[in-house]
Structure formats: C-alpha cells, structure tokens
C-alpha cells in the first residue's frame, strides 16, 4: 500500500498523541501534517506557541510536556509497521 506524506504524517501524528490530548489535537487542527515536520525541523515550538498564543492562550502551558512525549515517542514510530498492523 503506497502512502501519500500527508497520510503517513496523520497515521504517525496519531500514534504519538493519546486519546483526548487536546492540545495535540489543536496543535494538528491548527498546523496539519506538517506538524510533524516542524517537529523534527527544530521549529515547532516557535511556530506552534506563536499559533497557541494567538489561537489557543489555554492549552500554551501544556506545550513543553508535548513536545516532551513527542521526543520520547517518535523515535520508536514505524508507519509502514502500524499499517501492516491495522491492515491484520
């Protein structure tokens, strides 16, 4: 199965945040699947406290714990696995 970027981003933006994480679901309403990108460029907490702070003041004392788990989790995400896993 060939994925597009955009989808693959979603499927790892998915598997990094947990259910009900509002702040990583505002953080992909607001940046797309890009976000990921922004993330590995070093310019995500930049561009997404700067979208928080005009978009969402509420969720920007929540930023560095995210950018924590995303650090953490992100490594050990393998698209093409979560697939093959989904798919069985």
């Given at each position: 199965m060939q994925l597009s970027l955009e989808q693959e981003a979603t499927i790892a933006w998915s598997a990094l945040s947990e259910p009900g994480d509002g702040l990583a679901f505002k953080i992909f309403e607001m940046r797309g699947s890009q976000a990921i990108q922004e993330f590995r460029s070093g310019a995500a907490q930049k561009l997404w406290s700067e979208d928080l702070i005009n978009y969402a003041p509420e969720y920007l004392f929540e930023l560095p714990s995210l950018?924590?788990?995303?650090?953490?989790?992100?490594?050990?995400?393998?698209?093409?696995?979560l697939v093959e896993r989904a798919i069985r």
């Amino acid at each position: 199965m060939q994925l597009s970027l955009e989808q693959e981003a979603t499927i790892a933006w998915s598997a990094l945040s947990e259910p009900g994480d509002g702040l990583a679901f505002k953080i992909f309403e607001m940046r797309g699947s890009q976000a990921i990108q922004e993330f590995r460029s070093g310019a995500a907490q930049k561009l997404w406290s700067e979208d928080l702070i005009n978009y969402a003041p509420e969720y920007l004392f929540e930023l560095p714990s995210l950018l924590e788990r995303i650090s953490l989790r992100l490594p050990g995400i393998h698209v093409p696995t979560l697939v093959e896993r989904a798919i069985r």
